[in-house]
């Protein structure tokens, strides 16, 4: 990555804020850009993976990149890498590099794909980094720990700049690992923190306090913590970029971000969830649990086979009536048999049906479901992208019979 940079002329004259962790990534992100946007800044945004179009990834004051821009930067890094070998998401991340060095941005928002020490987005230096949580996942790569995980996620904080820690316990392995560098640690509960009080909440820490702050547009009783540390962030950047208490309002309720418990509009209710690890199950399974009472609950559910499947659905499996299993496609995906076979291995009792696809799996939930019953799509980006592509082509087909 290093001399591919380098040749591309495409380092950042920007601040950097790098994002890890296991889960939570995609939104801190997307509230960083969302108030930084609202403070008058320019934000290059890159994130992973996509839902529906690669664009999704690259985003240039808040705008997707378009196709002409990404094939421009695809052939700047294919003429700036020579014979060094790259891989999809290397490839990916220098074209991102390129062209947020050439939009005339004032912050970047940078989501590490997998891990961090070793992932492609570290090949930037971040200003500030921030680390959501660390859980288990992607073992083949990080270990089987949380000490090995956290060892790699820490990779990302730099010397004398700040490192935000979201994760209330985090392992040794995170804290050592920043006193090893010199960052400048800012851990929640001890440095940072948020509250809630009378329908709203307050932060506190690095940056002052902001009290009165409406919830986050997002869902979720875990988007405060997200909230918190993006706040932190910004806190630890105020001198090159600072936001005020308007825009830090204005970026919280006008924030989006498709397919982390997102609910569409219409009846019955469709809910869409990227959940694919047994802490975003959790709390998936929270949000359902807060989420109202509908006479069935039906899972259109396909995952990852190396995915801990057996931990998810013992999460959620409480929450759900009825499944609607989907294979998905390619060597890592798990056929719907397969998903049944864990079904009754774990003791989930609900009636099940197996699909040979998400958009398969979803048709046929969406014929048997009544009005006030709830469907809920998750288990991989893979699942609920397909759904989305799916819904988004009857949109259209609907408007132009329209």
């Given amino acids: 990555m290093l001399p591919v940079l380098d040749r591309l002329d495409a380092r950042p004259e920007c601040p950097v804020v790098t994002v890890a962790g296991t889960n939570g990534k995609g939104s801190v992100c997307a509230m960083l850009e969302a108030m930084l946007r609202a403070g008058g800044y320019r934000v290059g945004q890159y994130t992973s993976p996509h839902l529906?179009?690669?664009?999704?990834?690259?985003?240039?004051?808040?705008?997707?990149?378009?196709?002409?821009?990404?094939?421009?930067?695809?052939?700047a890094v294919e003429r700036a890498r020579g014979a060094?070998?790259?891989?999809?998401?290397?490839?990916?991340?220098?074209?991102?590099?390129?062209?947020?060095?050439?939009?005339?941005?004032?912050?970047?928002v940078l989501e590490v794909g997998l891990g961090g020490r070793l992932d492609a987005v570290n090949a930037i230096d971040a200003d500030c980094a921030v680390l959501t949580s660390i859980g288990i996942d992607h073992v083949e790569y990080l270990g089987t720990t949380r000490e090995s995980i956290g060892r790699e996620k820490a990779g990302v904080f730099r010397r004398g700049r700040p490192a935000v820690i979201?994760?209330?316990?985090?392992?040794?392995?995170?804290?050592?690992?920043?006193?090893?560098?010199?960052?400048?640690?800012?851990?929640?509960?001890?440095d940072f923190g948020?509250?809630?009080?009378?329908?709203?909440?307050?932060?506190?820490?690095?940056?002052?306090?902001?009290?009165g702050l409406a919830h986050p547009a997002l869902r979720g009783a875990v988007q405060l913590r997200n909230a918190a540390a993006a706040l932190c962030a910004l806190g630890a950047l105020r001198d090159r970029v600072p936001v005020g208490m308007q825009a830090v309002r204005e970026g919280l309720a006008r924030v989006i971000l498709p397919g982390r418990f997102q609910t569409l509009p219409g009846r019955p209710q469709v809910v869409l969830d990227v959940a694919h690890?047994?802490?975003?199950?959790?709390?998936?399974?929270a949000n359902l649990g807060a989420s109202g009472f509908a006479p069935q609950t039906i899972a259109v559910f396909g995952m990852m086979r190396d995915k801990d499947i057996p931990a998810v659905v013992r999460e959620v499996a409480p929450r759900f009536t009825r499944w609607h299993l989907a294979s998905l496609p390619g060597p890592r995906g798990c056929t719907s048999a397969e998903l049944a076979a864990i079904l009754r291995a774990v003791g989930a009792e609900s009636e099940a049906s197996e699909h040979a696809s998400p958009v398969e799996a979803y048709v046929a939930a969406r014929e048997r479901a009544q009005q006030d019953d709830k469907i809920v799509v998750f288990g991989s980006f893979v699942t609920v992208g397909n759904v989305m592509a799916h819904l988004e082509a009857e949109r259209g087909g609907a408007g132009g019979r329209g």
């Avoid at 690890?277 to 399974?285: G, K, Q, S, V, Y």
């Fill in 84 to 108: 060094t070998p790259l891989t999809y998401f290397e490839f990916g991340t220098l074209a991102a590099a390129w062209l947020f060095a050439r939009s005339g941005l004032d912050a970047l």
């Fill in 52 to 75: 529906v179009r690669y664009n999704e990834r690259v985003r240039l004051d808040g705008r997707e990149a378009s196709n002409e821009q990404l094939c421009d930067a695809f052939a």
């Fill in 277 to 285: 690890n047994p802490e975003a199950a959790r709390t998936l399974a």
């Fill in 166 to 190: 979201a994760d209330a316990s985090p392992p040794a392995s995170v804290l050592e690992h920043a006193a090893a560098v010199g960052a400048q640690v800012f851990l929640i509960g001890r």
């Fill in 194 to 211: 948020y509250a809630s009080e009378d329908g709203a909440w307050r932060y506190w820490g690095h940056g002052g306090v902001r009290s």
